[in-house]
């Protein structure tokens, strides 16, 4: 098994299909020519990600330090590749920063493209870089420099008529959407950063899944067990829509009016359409022809834990009986030293019910933190296997609300010494890989 390469696959169309570029996860990129029987043609540069713009190939080249070296653009035959003028990032604050006042240090993981009806963005996380690129533009408009993110962030970025729209997945669990001018001015939050605004935040921070542009006016949220319409540039809720992203999705434009979602780690495919006048819908595509062999298949670096059974319906429960919620957990990644399982919700806090755990068959000890979480340690979960997870309520009194489970994979991880005269080194449990994680409403009557 080859080691996970620094780079994505990609693919990129040009001239109805009749060119397809793939990269095949070595940044080495090539032309399989109409129909794939073509002999293969070489981009003369490695590049790290690949899109289209009309009728030009648009890329980005990274050094060994996985930095933006180059965005370049290029005609069909890839082979002139012509570098873009890099505008300075602008410094902009989201507010959303967890290091405590602290500079958060670069670590850069390459620049990522991706593309809405207004442009295509380059992210670079890891330096906290954001530039947007117009329609056959001959450079970029601007660029804004934040927060880096952590390697446990997740970053996506579409392109506005106003500017920029930044989803961040905080630690794989925290959300925030947050629309930027270039000029590094915040348009819009969700959730809202105003301090006098009541809002639910249990409900809109958790989950994020992916983001959509529409058009000038909307845009979409993706979120684990919904999808929320969004107005721009303000970010204010216009309509919440029914279903379940358990993955992270990737979103490009298919057309007028249509856009096609990929779940991430999946080959489904959905067909998203907004006409005017008309209701968003969302349909599973039905493939023309069969898919053929993978590309490359590297599997996962770290620990990805997957749902193989769980629900998110809404649950009731009513004294003097109490309810069971049961799920099974898959490790699809490398081995992980030890799980957390972690149970949130404002019903905890609040001590309506009474919450005991078992894992894998033996009860789980189970500490309050931060006042609406449980929280409970057990041993690892080993590569490709599964645990049940039971989580039994009682009800003390009565309430209704949103309730969390997490299951994440984490490790032991030193911390450094606050002061020079501190004798021993503390630990403290990291997350080190992809969690599972599953909301539902519940009643206790």
């Not at 020519?33 to 980005?60: K, M, N």
């Not at 500017?163 to 629309?179: A, F, P, S």
Request: proline residues 8%; negative net charge; hydrophobic residues 40%.
């Amino acid at each position: 098994m080859p080691e996970y390469p620094s780079s994505p696959v990609v693919l990129a169309a040009l001239d109805e299909a009749t060119d397809v570029w793939v990269g095949s996860g070595d940044r080495r990129v090539f032309s399989v020519g109409a129909g794939a029987s073509a002999p293969a043609q070489v981009l003369p540069r490695e590049c790290f990600d690949l899109t289209t713009d009309g009728d030009r190939l648009i890329g980005t080249v990274v050094g060994a330090a996985l930095k933006l070296t180059t965005l370049f653009t290029t005609d069909g035959s890839g082979q002139q590749l012509a570098p873009m003028t890099l505008p300075k990032p602008v410094p902009a604050s989201h507010g959303y920063s967890y290091s405590e006042g602290r500079p958060q240090r670069q670590a850069p993981d390459g620049a990522f493209l991706d593309t809405s009806p207004f442009g295509i963005t380059v992210v670079e996380k890891g330096r906290g870089r954001v530039y947007v690129l117009r329609p056959g533009a001959a450079q970029p408009e601007g660029a804004l420099q934040v927060e880096p993110g952590h390697e446990q962030d997740i970053w996506r970025a579409q392109a506005t008529p106003h500017g920029v729209l930044l989803l961040l997945v905080i630690n794989y669990r925290q959300t925030v959407l947050l629309h930027f001018a270039l000029d590094g001015t915040v348009l819009g939050s969700l959730p809202s950063n105003d301090e006098d605004e009541d809002e639910d935040d249990v409900e809109l921070t958790w989950g994020g899944k992916g983001v959509c542009v529409l058009d000038s006016e909307r845009a979409l949220l993706f979120v684990q067990d919904k999808t929320l319409l969004v107005s721009l540039p303000g970010l204010q809720v216009l309509e919440t829509l029914a279903g379940e992203w358990p993955s992270f999705v990737s979103v490009t434009p298919a057309g007028t009016e249509r856009w096609w979602v990929g779940p991430e780690d999946s080959d489904a495919l959905f067909l998203l359409t907004a006409e005017p006048g008309q209701p968003l819908r969302l349909d599973a595509s039905n493939r023309p022809v069969s898919p053929g062999a993978p590309l490359m298949h590297v599997g996962y670096k770290t620990p990805t834990l997957h749902w193989t059974e769980h629900t998110s319906a809404p649950l009731a429960v009513s004294a003097p009986v109490t309810e069971t919620w049961r799920a099974v957990v898959r490790n699809d990644g490398t081995a992980c030293e030890t799980v957390r399982i972690r149970v949130s919700g404002v019903l905890v806090g609040a001590r309506v019910m009474d919450v005991s755990v078992r894992y894998r068959g033996q009860p789980l000890p189970m500490v309050e933190e931060h006042r609406v979480n449980l929280v409970g340690v057990s041993a690892g979960l080993e590569s490709g296997a599964t645990a049940e997870l039971e989580v039994t309520f009682k009800p003390r009194s009565e309430g209704s609300g949103p309730l969390t489970m997490t299951v994440e994979p984490c490790s032991w991880q030193s911390q450094g010494k606050a002061w020079q005269w501190d004798k021993e080194e503390s630990r403290v449990l990291a997350v080190t890989g992809h969690p599972a994680s599953a909301q539902f409403s519940i009643t206790v009557e």
